[in-house]
DNA sequence: CCAGACGTTGTT
DNA sequence: GTCTGG
DNA sequence: CCAGACGTTGTT
DNA sequence: GTCTGG
């Protein structure tokens, strides 16, 4: 799964690496970045490919358009993309509604016992800014405010993942970013981009549980743990 | 046809 | 809205 | 994902 | 235990 992730640059570097716009009024309204801690619900800078290439805040959590509550959007964190066709839920958006998520790093959490989880930061190697493929909808509340969310998509982990845990999010070539969210493509042609990035470009590092806060937000919750006696055994 | 659901994860 | 179940 | 709350009534 | 909030 994919719960918890960062993306640690300011708005100008994003629109740089993607060479996209945020909305003036976005920005002045709101200041998502630097986020050491994104979590479920928070607002996050999306890119999509609608009247061009921009960046729009979203909520995490898919909250579908024919939803009554928006208390949904909470648990759609993540899609599976094995069910991605067969459920009505995401096939919609699969089709018309894709984005990219940019992030710089994102949080699991190791299952040692029932009880004892040990969060973990993931990076690509370079650790530059990197996307992941997700789903987007809008949705309407009772005022007529128009909200924006979205879902990351999961794959099975690879190899360097399953160290910890079982899944993880499509993180995309950056050759098949733009690709990702062209609106000619077909459903089964995008979802040929999705695959276990190569564990190779991948790193990670122990955390200590200051991130599991979410109110915690800031550059010290990337200093690494420190090594105890019991970490020597975390991978048996 | 209509009615009702629509999700993932971890844990047991 | 769209899919599944009956 | 984890942390934290989890409720109703009447009165001011 | 389960739901909500972030």
Partial sequence: MCGRASLTKQEK??????????????????????????????????????????FQ??????????????????????????GLLEKSFFKTALQSRRCL????????????????????????TNQEIFSVAGLYDLWKNNKGEVIYSFTIIT???????????????????????????????????????LSPYPSELMHMTELSPLVNKVSANGPELLVPAKRTSTSNTLFD
């Fill in 13 to 54: 570097e994003l629109e740089q690496r993607f060479n996209a716009s945020f909305y003036t009024e976005d920005i002045l309204r709101y200041n998502p970045l630097p986020n050491f801690n994104l979590a479920p619900t928070q607002t996050h800078p999306i890119l999509i490919m609608e009247n061009g290439k921009h």
């Fill in 57 to 82: 805040l979203m909520k995490w959590g898919l909250i579908p358009s024919w939803a009554k509550d928006e208390k949904i959007g909470s648990k759609m964190i993540n899609a599976r993309v094995e």
């Fill in 101 to 124: 998520v940019p992030l710089d790093g994102f949080y699991e959490w190791k299952t040692i016992q029932a009880k004892t989880k040990i969060p973990f930061r993931i990076q690509t």
């Fill in 155 to 193: 794959l099975p982990a690879n190899e360097m993942m399953k160290k910890i845990h079982d899944r993880m999010p499509a993180i995309l070539d950056p050759d098949a970013e733009l690709l990702w969210i062209d609106h000619s493509l077909s459903m089964n042609q995008s979802l040929e981009l």
